[in-house]
C-alpha cells in the first residue's frame, strides 16, 4: 500500500521557520522524483520544490527560490522541506507528490499558517 505521510507543518510567526517531511512506503522511493507542492485557499496548486530520484538535482518555484530548501534521503525514505524566512503569503496546505513516468502518487497535506 502506497503511502505519503506529511508532517512538520503549524502556525509560525513572519520570519520563521519549518521543516516539513515526508515519509513514503509502499513504493520504490529512489526511483522517483519528489515534489513539495502547496495550495491556498481560492487558488489553484502549485508547484514549490522538486528533486530529482538520486537527490542530484533541484528546482524551486521563484516564490520559494533563496528561502525553501528540499532534500531527501533515500535510506529513511523520506523528503524534506526546509522553509525559512516565512512570509503571510506561505501559508497553504503543503502537499509530498511522487511522480515516475506516468505514475503520481500524492499524500494528505499537512496545513502551514504563517501569522503574528
Known amino acids: 500500500q502506497v503511502q505519503l505521510v506529511e508532517s512538520g507543518g503549524g502556525l509560525v510567526q513572519p520570519g520563521g521557520s519549518l521543516r516539513l517531511s515526508c515519509a513514503a512506503s509502499?513504493?520504490?522511493?529512489?526511483?522517483?522524483?519528489m515534489s513539495w507542492y502547496r495550495q491556498a485557499p481560492g487558488k489553484e496548486r502549485e508547484l514549490v520544490a522538486a528533486?530529482?530520484?538520486?537527490?542530484?538535482?533541484?528546482g524551486y518555484a521563484d516564490s520559494a527560490k533563496g528561502r525553501f530548501t528540499i532534500s531527501r534521503d533515500n535510506v529513511k525514505n523520506t523528503v524534506y522541506l526546509q522553509m525559512n524566512s516565512l512570509k503571510p503569503e506561505d501559508t497553504a496546505i503543503y502537499y509530498c507528490?511522487?511522480?515516475?513516468?506516468?505514475?503520481?502518487?500524492w499524500g494528505q497535506g499537512t496545513q502551514v499558517t504563517v501569522s503574528s
Open positions: 509502499g513504493f520504490t522511493f529512489s526511483g522517483y522524483t
Open positions: 507528490n511522487a511522480k515516475r513516468y506516468y505514475t503520481n502518487y
Open positions: 528533486i530529482s530520484s538520486a537527490g542530484g538535482s533541484t
